[in-house]
């Protein structure tokens, strides 16, 4: 399975395309899904990958970025469930630069935010 045509131009990007591999390697389903994810917030933000990354280091950048995020997502008449889609792509992608992405800022999914800690813990055991 391959992206979809409109997220492709991402991989051109060193650092994002590393990041689909990793994910690819793990489940193409997903890193696909993250792809396209990626490419609407950067279509969204009018920022690309690592300008979002950027926007998001320091202090509180992260939470603003993605309330921001959701609140433009919700003006746009996007499902909350489909907001959380949007936050695991991209804090997945956040991950991948060393930022902890902060979903709580987008309510309660206790499910999704224990996946992600156990995920977290998992990878930072890993040598």
């Known amino acids: 399975m391959t992206p979809f045509k409109a997220s492709k131009h991402l991989l051109r990007n060193p650092e994002v395309k590393r990041w689909y591999t990793g994910l690819r390697a793990e489940s193409h389903i997903t890193a696909d899904a993250y792809l396209r994810r990626l490419n609407n917030l950067v279509r969204l933000t009018k920022l690309e990958p690592r300008r979002i990354v ?3 280091r320091g202090e509180g950048a992260g939470r603003s970025f993605l309330v921001d995020v959701a609140k433009e997502l919700e003006r746009r008449g996007t499902s909350r469930f489909n907001m959380f889609n949007y936050a ?15 979903l709580e800022a987008l309510g309660q999914r206790p499910k ?13 055991t890993t040598p």
Do not use: F, G, Y
């Open 88 to 102: 695991e792509a991209l804090a997945s992608w956040l991950q991948h630069n060393n930022i902890t992405a902060p």
């Open 54 to 56: 950027e926007k998001c």
């Open 112 to 124: 999704l935010i224990r996946t992600l800690n156990v995920r977290k813990r998992k990878s930072s």
